[in-house]
């Protein structure tokens, strides 16, 4: 039998950006799963603030300012991220590299404002369903800071090795595509936290 040759298709790239990557759906993929159960635990905050007269339940609102801190360093991470972004679209190595070790300092120190966070809120975790509601937000968003977070920290050391080449540089545009997710899911939650009971 005799075989005919189609297409060459050999020249192609063996990885892509974006749309044309596998990893990126997946990421997609994940953001949509994740963002649904931030957004059912949103309905129950909503849900017990609005089924009770007196919000929030026998505690004042938090302090705001961890979270503020917090929501400030999110949103100033965003110019570094698209920086990252950028550089890895381009394929530019010694930019990659310090964007990275950047963006991994900026989430230790985001982990590290929600520690304090976590430390200065009033209402335990087993106080009433505000305290739980409370705690299962933050901790929430808590999780998806720490996996982004071991994420860096695995692509940085990549990047610094052998492997830090090709297909490598998509990697670290998904990463910067997820702490977009990361970030913005924040928002709603600090607003429903800090701002939705006084106001």
Known sequence: MKTRVVANVSSLPTYGFGTSASTWWGTLGFCAIEGTGFVLAIGMYLFLAFNN????????PPMHW??????????ASLIPNVMVDRAAHQENLPRVRWLLVLMTAIGFVAIAIRFVEFYMLIP??????????IWLLLGLHATHLITDVGDSVVLT???FTK???AKRFADVSDNAFYWYFVVGAWLPIYY?????PIL
């Open 157 to 159: 050391a990549l990047m």
């Open 66 to 75: 961890p979270g503020t801190a917090l929501t400030v360093l999110l949103l």
């Open 163 to 165: 492997h830090g080449r």
């Open 192 to 196: 429903l936290v800090y701002w939705f």
């Open 124 to 133: 335990r975790w087993d106080s009433n369903a505000y305290g739980s509601i």
């Open 53 to 60: 007269p007196h919000w929030p339940l026998g505690f004042a």
